[in-house]
């Protein structure tokens, strides 16, 4: 062979491929991490860049917000749990019972994610505040005294947290199960087990990696969670870390390395999550999906479906029902009061949404960066998830954990260390909305990546090594074996990458420059500077806009599949 | 925009500014002369030191300010269809954090940033230090008092004021409870019913200190015992105190009560005899700016008549203009119809901040 054929011939080599992706991964997260550790070691002046001086003095003076610590760790771990349990058994009941309108029902039980917890929070803040809460009002006018709920406490933080990441743990387990071989639960059920049984001895821990990798990022989610703790925190005084850390920064003068060390102090918590989780997965086989052709099949659960039935409809009427009424009867009010009265009736707070460039503009950014974000997330989340679990390269295992950097720290103090770190990168991409995709890219690499590891731990290894044999290149393999059979984590994961970029607010709030505005940091700061019912008209045109926005991809999807069906 | 005519400032003129600079403030070797800048045109009704063929040719303005979104939007809108030819596009923040924005941003060598809009003196004064905004004496500032300046003048103007007294819902207190007085607020029946704004809040620390100057250090301390709960901005303690949340909110803008009493709410404004506190916002031209000659225009037409319209006018924004010759409100009330509570002392007060802040973090639980 000729040098020439040599070289026509040359194909980059899964090492070469991997060490490029995986390094320029590395890049993104480590560069604004570095960033960060340097300002939570800053002990000048507070907003002198470079640091005038370094210390430990911002992490030794964190005990005096131990109690904001304790409140995060209550908040999450509560909502967490919340969450998994309903992601779960929403899972189990769509995807391997035989609960009318399954089809309907799943595609139904993504909506609390598009309804987003900003929204979430100011809908349940005007069902269950303590003095103007709808139902406390209602308790009331029926002869009740005091409150019968107060959703400002940390218990109703908790709850409305873990309705909205409920449906992120279902989405994530759900495409667990639905790949799961149903004959594993048949053997059970045909050996005698029960169904509840079955469940809790075959199906849970088959899907165990899905169900860890969902609780993994729920719980990190929950520790950065900003806007339900903002809307129904602050009434109440109750501060979490989120909260606390967005009030030190924009407070003159911003007190960035206190914020920072919180933040830094936080990947501790994570790192320890995360290494909980590999030894969980490490320690045992998940595999479902083997060479062993397997038709998905559902059990029949009898006359448990009606019960079934209810929970999921119970699930979506307080997790979407009941906030979007609430959140569209507040959008027509002038003043929102429990009573409907004809004289508080309006159109002003849709006129001023419309005519605001924030709505305008600025919506029509955030869908774009939400396709460029799913699109180019799936490919590279996928990538590095099969770099991680399939590759067997040297440092593999040590790029989960880098990836789950910006997933430890909440987003509005990444985005700090990503606007020091890209406002001296030579390229001039601060200000636009490529500094925001990159931004989305990269705090959005452990929701990809949980999602798509879920699956790709399910899949048996011999399928790739029998199309290594029969001659496949490495690239052949993960085009023709394994994306086919990533197909529901992959379609899952873009699904969740586009919701999470058009709602994302953390990042969003420092990174928008004057031409790049998006939409949600405009619905938080109209919530701060104008009034809860204008707030609303913004929050329902976000996600009426992000509904068309996704209905048409559908349509346009299956089109696409029907003409290559021909 | 139809009318640019060249007026060179007269040497009687200059006299005559100098002398009324004299008479108001001790600061006359800082007072601002539109003449000290050499010519200055006018355009529409206003006078500006911007050349606006050049200001018409850079064709755009960029703006960082802490107002929200609604009142940004209001501001530029009426610029633009002044000045068709300059586009406009903007970044809001809080204060704090906005602050923060332009420093991270100049400190890397960009500067991205024309016209800069900043709710408290203390970053004002530190971006002076620092160089930070462009001298240009607006000649429109010959309509201010020199103390409505920055020392020197040309760096940053006083732009409007916000003052605040106390409000209450009428359906939640009784009127032989309603507060009449400053002191009333620590009446403990209050307690778990009253709100304020927090420590990012450059109205909250001119109402703690100017209230810490007529009632002593421990009046803070006492009110702490009320548990108040802290909020952003104006329109979230309106918004909860119109619906009952709370009971009494104790930094209550004026301009956030017109604004939802014009709704219906059922809330009572109190002017407390001992006066109200009150802030400013100020606005400048930033240094190294893209748009040098749009930014000096804005500045000139913020500060002219037809911008003080604007900003005094326009329910959202309703700052009471400081101009000499500014009109009633939209209320009927004018400016000099309220005790306002201005510190007297800059530099204590500019030095008092770190101890506000830590103050009344604890006091709102953080």
């Known amino acids: 062979m000729t040098s020439l054929e040599r070289a026509r011939s040359w194909r980059p080599g899964p090492r070469l491929v991997s060490l490029v992706v995986g390094g320029g991964t590395a890049v993104?997260?480590?560069?604004?991490?570095?960033?960060?550790?340097?300002?939570?070691?800053?002990?000048?002046?507070?907003?002198?860049?470079?640091?005038?001086?370094?210390?430990?003095?911002?992490?030794?003076?964190?005990?005096?917000?131990?109690?904001?610590?304790?409140?995060?760790?209550?908040?999450?771990?509560?909502?967490?749990?919340?969450?998994?349990?309903?992601?779960?058994?929403?899972?189990?009941?769509?995807?391997?019972?035989?609960?009318?309108?399954?089809?309907?029902?799943?595609?139904?039980?993504?909506?609390p994610y598009y309804v987003t917890p900003l929204m979430g929070a100011l809908a349940w803040a005007l069902i269950g505040s303590a003095g103007s809460g709808f139902v406390n009002q209602l308790w009331r006018a029926v002869g009740g005294s005091g409150h019968l709920i107060d959703i400002n406490t940390a218990w109703g933080i908790a709850w409305v947290m873990a309705l909205f990441e409920g449906s992120v743990a279902f989405v994530m387990i759900g495409a667990v199960m639905k790949s799961m071989d149903p004959s594993l639960e048949e053997a059970s059920q045909v050996l005698g087990a029960g169904r509840v049984r079955t469940m809790l001895r075959i199906t849970l821990p088959l899907v165990l990696p899905g169900v860890l990798g969902a609780a993994v990022f729920v719980f990190a989610e929950m520790l950065g969670s900003f806007s339900a703790a903002l809307v129904l925190g602050l009434p109440s005084r109750f501060?979490?870390?989120?909260?606390?850390?967005?009030?030190?920064?924009?407070?003159?003068?911003?007190?960035?390395?206190?914020?920072?060390?919180?933040?830094?102090?936080?990947?501790?918590?994570?790192?320890?999550?995360?290494?909980?989780?590999?030894?969980?997965?490490?320690?045992?086989?998940?595999?479902?999906?083997?060479?062993?052709?397997?038709?998905?099949?559902?059990?029949?659960?009898?006359?448990?479906?009606?019960?079934?039935l209810g929970l999921c409809l119970a699930y979506l009427v307080v997790a979407v029902v009941l906030p979007v009424l609430v959140i569209v009867y507040a959008s027509f009010q002038r003043l929102t009061g429990a009573v409907p009265s004809l004289a508080n009736l309006t159109l002003a707070n849709y006129a001023m949404a419309l005519s605001l460039d924030a709505v305008r503009s600025a919506l029509w950014n955030s869908l774009i960066l939400g396709v460029a974000t799913a699109s180019l997330g799936v490919l590279l989340m996928g990538f590095l998830s099969w770099l991680i679990y399939r590759s067997r390269l040297p440092g593999a295992g040590a790029i989960e954990y880098l990836l789950m950097f910006p997933q430890a720290v909440p987003r509005l103090v990444f985005a700090f260390g990503m606007m020091w770190a890209?406002?001296?990168?030579?390229i001039p991409i601060y200000g636009t909305l490529w500094l925001l995709l990159i931004a989305y890219l990269t705090v959005f690499l452990p929701l990809g990546l949980r999602t798509i590891s879920g699956v790709i731990l399910q899949i048996d290894r011999s399928l790739e090594e029998c199309a290594q044999m029969c001659g496949a290149t490495w690239g052949h393999r993960l085009r023709t074996v394994t994306m086919p059979l990533l197909k529901p984590g992959l379609v899952a994961a873009w699904l969740l990458l586009f919701i999470a970029s058009v709602r994302e607010l953390g990042a969003s709030i420092l990174l928008m420059g004057p031409k790049s505005k998006v939409i949600t940091p405009a619905i938080v700061e109209s919530w701060f500077s104008t009034s809860s019912e204008l707030t609303a008209a913004m929050a329902l045109l976000q996600t009426l806009a992000v509904a068309a926005a996704l209905a048409i991809m559908f349509a346009v999807a299956r089109r696409a599949v029907q003409a290559g069906g021909e | 925009m139809t009318e640019h005519r060249h007026t060179a400032v007269?040497?009687?003129?200059f006299l005559r500014t100098s002398a009324l600079a004299a008479a108001t403030a001790p600061w006359l070797a800082r007072a601002p002369f539109a003449a000290a800048q050499g010519k200055s045109t006018k355009v529409l009704d206003f006078?500006?030191?911007?050349?606006?063929?050049?200001?018409?040719?850079?064709?755009?303005?960029?703006?960082?300010?802490?107002?929200?979104?609604?009142?940004?939007?209001?501001?530029?809108?009426?610029?633009?269809?002044?000045?068709?030819?300059?586009?406009?596009?903007?970044?809001?923040?809080?204060t704090g954090a906005l602050y923060a924005k332009i420093t991270a941003e100049r400190s890397a060598g960009r500067f991205g940033v024309d016209v800069l809009q900043l709710s408290d003196i203390s970053p004002a004064i530190d971006f002076q230090k620092k160089g930070g905004w462009e001298v240009h004496v607006s000649p429109e500032s010959s309509a201010y008092k020199a103390e409505h300046q920055s020392s020197p003048a040309g760096h940053y103007n006083w732009g409007g004021v916000t003052f605040a007294g106390i409000s209450y819902n009428k359906g939640k207190i009784k009127p032989e409870q309603a507060p009449k007085t400053w002191k009333d607020i620590l009446n403990p029946i209050h307690k778990d019913g009253v709100s304020a704004k927090l420590a990012t809040s450059g109205m909250q620390h001119a109402q703690w200190y100017t209230?810490?100057?007529?009632?002593?250090?421990?009046?803070?301390?006492?009110?702490?015992?009320?548990?108040?709960?802290?909020?952003?901005?104006?329109?979230?303690?309106?918004?909860?105190?119109?619906?009952?949340?709370?009971?009494?909110?104790?930094?209550?803008?004026?301009?956030?009560?017109?604004?939802?009493?014009?709704?219906?709410?059922?809330?009572?404004?109190?002017?407390?005899?001992?006066?109200?506190?009150?802030?400013?916002?100020?606005?400048?031209?930033?240094?190294?700016?893209?748009?040098?000659?749009?930014?000096?225009?804005?500045?000139?037409?913020?500060?002219?008549?037809?911008?003080?319209?604007?900003?005094?006018n326009q329910k959202i924004l309703l700052y009471g203009s400081l101009r000499t010759d500014a009109g009633p409100m939209p209320t009927g009330k004018r400016l000099a119809d309220f005790k306002l509570l201005f510190p007297t002392d800059w530099n204590d007060y500019v030095a008092s901040h770190p101890v506000f802040v830590k103050e009344w973090n604890s006091i709102m639980g953080l």
């Open chain 1, 28 to 111: 993104l997260v480590l560069y604004p991490i570095a960033y960060l550790i340097q300002a939570s070691l800053s002990v000048g002046d507070p907003q002198a860049r470079p640091p005038e001086a370094y210390g430990l003095d911002n992490f030794t003076g964190l005990d005096r917000y131990a109690h904001i610590f304790g409140n995060t760790l209550l908040v999450a771990g509560v909502a967490t749990i919340v969450a998994v349990v309903v992601g779960f058994v929403m899972g189990w009941i769509l995807t391997r019972t035989n609960v009318p309108g399954r089809a309907a029902l799943e595609q139904l039980m993504a909506m």
């Open chain 1, 239 to 308: 501060y979490v870390v989120t909260t606390a850390m967005y009030q030190l920064v924009s407070q003159y003068p911003p007190r960035f390395p206190t914020a920072a060390a919180m933040g830094v102090s936080l990947f501790a918590v994570m790192f320890a999550m995360v290494w909980i989780y590999r030894r969980i997965i490490s320690s045992g086989s998940y595999v479902t999906i083997t060479g062993k052709a397997f038709r998905p099949r559902v059990m029949d659960v009898g006359g448990l479906r009606w019960p079934l």
């Open chain 2, 10 to 13: 007269t040497r009687r003129g």
């Open chain 2, 47 to 94: 006078q500006t030191g911007a050349d606006v063929a050049k200001a018409e040719q850079e064709g755009e303005v960029v703006y960082y300010g802490h107002d929200g979104e609604a009142g940004i939007g209001v501001l530029l809108d009426a610029f633009k269809k002044d000045f068709p030819k300059i586009k406009t596009s903007y970044v809001r923040l809080q």
């Open chain 1, 422 to 426: 890209w406002l001296v990168f030579p």
């Open chain 2, 211 to 312: 209230l810490r100057k007529l009632y002593g250090n421990d009046f803070w301390q006492e009110f702490a015992k009320q548990r108040p709960k802290g909020f952003d901005a104006r329109a979230q303690l309106f918004d909860r105190l119109s619906k009952g949340d709370d009971r009494m909110c104790v930094l209550a803008e004026y301009a956030g009560y017109t604004l939802f009493a014009e709704k219906g709410a059922e809330i009572e404004f109190v002017a407390p005899p001992d006066g109200l506190p009150a802030t400013a916002f100020y606005i400048g031209v930033v240094n190294k700016a893209p748009h040098p000659e749009a930014a000096k225009l804005f500045v000139d037409w913020a500060l002219s008549k037809r911008g003080q319209a604007v900003y005094q």
